[in-house]
């Protein structure tokens, strides 16, 4: 399938995508709604992975570190000191680009399985500090988080959080696709090839680099703290390496560097394992195979192109990554 036709389906996927999000509140149950919910507010962390890992180059496992910083802030934030759940979200955000700055400028100067060990450490790391700190309440987690409200308008309401959400991530698919196509994108796209040529392009390396990670660490934690506004709860098993895993496998099913990649493989690894939950000795089997199927008939995802496939294969082989997933359950 040639680059055009391939985005031309991809816009054609994206407008089915939109129909299903405005036909879904007249037609869906209560639980097709959750689910949807829950693919958005999961595709905007993929969306931001995308953008590191798949137009960077910048092989992270640590999104879950900045997930657990919008998560744990709003909780924290709202629970024990009081503050109003809007101001909360704002101030996880300033922190977690506060602290991709300071961990990044170090963090960033590695390259390869290098970077990957150490975004990998740094997100076993949240975990471990989570599950142990009796700042964030330990294994037991932050429980009746508020709702969030504008107004009269409460989004405690599931149709209304489920707008909210999905609102959240065709923004954060629009900022995206513009920075992907800037001249930033550009200069990410070079430093994915060869850092060392792009320095002689008089691209700063390190200055790029630290802009990708802020942007997707922002993206990461606003998709944190509503996911804990959506539930009214946050603890460790949020963010433990189940989830760092199938961030990866929803950006490899659906495609690296595609539009739509994100939200395809977010409700890949999100829907299957629902659909065979009544075969119970049988999930794990079916969603393997359907995971193979896809690497058979498409080794770069669904929407990938075999020449952008390489940021994923330089990380960990995903039938490794699909066997970490299994472990950690």
């Known amino acids: 399938m040639s680059e055009t036709t391939l985005g031309r389906f991809q816009a054609?996927?994206?407008?089915?995508?939109?129909?299903?999000?405005?036909?879904?509140?007249?037609?869906?149950?209560?639980?097709?709604?959750?689910?949807?919910?829950?693919?958005?507010?999961?595709?905007?962390?993929?969306?931001?992975?995308?953008?590191?890992?798949?137009?960077?180059?910048?092989?992270?496992?640590?999104?879950?570190?900045?997930?657990?910083?919008?998560?744990?802030?709003?909780?924290?934030?709202?629970?024990?000191?009081g503050l109003n759940p809007w101001l909360s979200i704002v101030l996880s955000l300033g922190i977690?680009?506060?602290?991709?700055?300071?961990?990044?400028?170090?963090?960033?100067?590695?390259?390869?399985?290098?970077?990957?060990?150490?975004?990998?450490?740094?997100?076993?790391?949240?975990?471990?500090?989570?599950?142990?700190?009796?700042?964030?309440?330990?294994?037991?987690?932050?429980?009746?988080?508020?709702?969030?409200?504008?107004?009269?308008?409460?989004?405690?309401?599931?149709?209304?959080?489920?707008?909210?959400?999905?609102?959240?991530?065709?923004?954060?698919?629009?900022?995206?696709?513009?920075?992907?196509?800037?001249?930033?994108?550009?200069?990410?796209?070079?430093?994915?090839?060869?850092?060392?040529?792009?320095?002689?392009?008089?691209?700063?390396?390190?200055?790029?680099k630290l802009m990708v990670l802020v942007i997707a660490a922002s993206m990461a934690s606003l998709s944190g703290s509503f996911y804990v506004a959506y539930a009214h709860f946050v603890g460790p098993d949020l963010y433990d390496i189940s989830i760092m895993i199938n961030l990866i496998l929803m950006l490899y099913v659906g495609g690296v560097r595609s539009v739509v990649g994100p939200i395809i493989g977010a409700a890949f690894v999100i829907l299957v394992p629902q659909m065979a939950a009544g075969l119970e000795h049988y999930q794990n089997l079916i969603f393997y195979a359907l995971l193979l199927a896809v690497i058979l008939v498409k080794p770069s995802g669904l929407f990938g192109k075999a020449t952008e496939a390489r940021g994923i294969d330089s990380m960990i082989p995903l039938w490794l990554m699909a066997r970490l997933r299994t472990r950690s359950r």
Request: hydrophobic share 55%; with cysteine; proline share 2%.
């Open 12 to 81: 054609f996927v994206l407008a089915g995508i939109v129909l299903i999000c405005l036909l879904a509140p007249a037609f869906g149950t209560r639980l097709v709604i959750y689910n949807l919910t829950i693919i958005a507010l999961y595709a905007t962390v993929v969306i931001s992975l995308n953008l590191l890992l798949g137009i960077a180059g910048q092989a992270s496992f640590a999104q879950t570190t900045f997930m657990a910083i919008g998560g744990y802030g709003l909780a924290i934030m709202t629970k024990q000191l």
């Open 96 to 208: 977690s680009i506060l602290v991709a700055v300071v961990i990044g400028m170090p963090l960033l100067r590695l390259r390869g399985h290098y970077l990957s060990m150490g975004t990998i450490a740094l997100a076993l790391g949240t975990y471990s500090f989570a599950n142990a700190s009796s700042f964030t309440n330990g294994g037991w987690g932050i429980s009746g988080v508020p709702t969030l409200s504008v107004g009269t308008v409460s989004f405690r309401n599931p149709l209304n959080f489920y707008i909210l959400a999905w609102v959240i991530c065709f923004v954060s698919l629009a900022a995206f696709y513009l920075l992907a196509n800037s001249h930033i994108g550009r200069a990410w796209r070079a430093l994915s090839t060869r850092a060392d040529i792009a320095a002689t392009l008089c691209i700063d390396v390190q200055r790029y």
